[in-house]
């Protein structure tokens, strides 16, 4: 004698599982491999604010703290005043911190919230040699659009790096892992 399943059972067993995956999804900031990608809906003021003077980072290659305390210091943000009306600057830091990172590789607050002093960003470019950093076509460690086209969506991947104008190529080569 053989056992049948009761279709309505297995039918909301379905549903229930589907909900809660579509749930889940839905709150998740969006990470491929580990890496912090830029959430689906970013305010207008943080691309024309904080793009401005340089990439709107992706707010999950930074914890919380780190966020909060670069947002209530824009005063002297990294020898600059980037002073924001607080009607402007309190949604962006409760945006920054909802959307920070929460992996055990990108949660530990770097030296000086400097996203380039994470453990993580000087792992990832052991190898990059500090000419490189320095060179006109790059400017800084921070300008990662310089060698990561999709930058600016939060896409890091080391498949996708593109060699710098000016940079010997063969120079280039050692970056990968």
């Known amino acids: 004698m053989t056992t049948r399943a ?28 580990d890496k912090a990608r830029m959430p689906a809906l970013v305010p207008q003021a943080y691309t024309q604010e904080c793009g401005s003077c340089h990439l709107a980072y992706p707010p999950g290659l930074l914890p919380a703290r780190s966020w909060q305390r670069l947002m209530t210091g824009l005063d002297s943000h990294f020898g600059s005043d980037a002073s924001l009306d607080a009607a402007t600057a309190q949604p962006l830091s409760q945006w920054l911190q909802a959307h920070a990172a929460t992996s055990r590789k990108l949660r530990a607050e770097p030296p000086h919230d400097r996203i380039t ?31 990561h086209p999709g ?27």
Not at 6 to 33: E, F, G, V, Y
């Open 6 to 33: 009761n279709p309505t059972i297995a039918w909301r067993a379905t549903s229930a599982l589907s909900a809660a995956l579509l749930w889940t999804l839905s709150i998740a900031p969006a990470r491929a491999d």
């Open 117 to 147: 002093q994470a453990d993580w960003f000087v792992r990832k470019h052991r190898r990059v040699d500090r000419a490189v950093w320095a060179h006109p076509s790059v400017k800084s460690a921070a300008n990662c659009a310089a060698c």
């Open 151 to 177: 930058a600016g969506r939060g896409d890091f991947d080391d498949d996708d790096l593109r060699t710098p104008p000016g940079i010997d190529p063969s120079v280039a080569r050692r970056w990968r892992d």
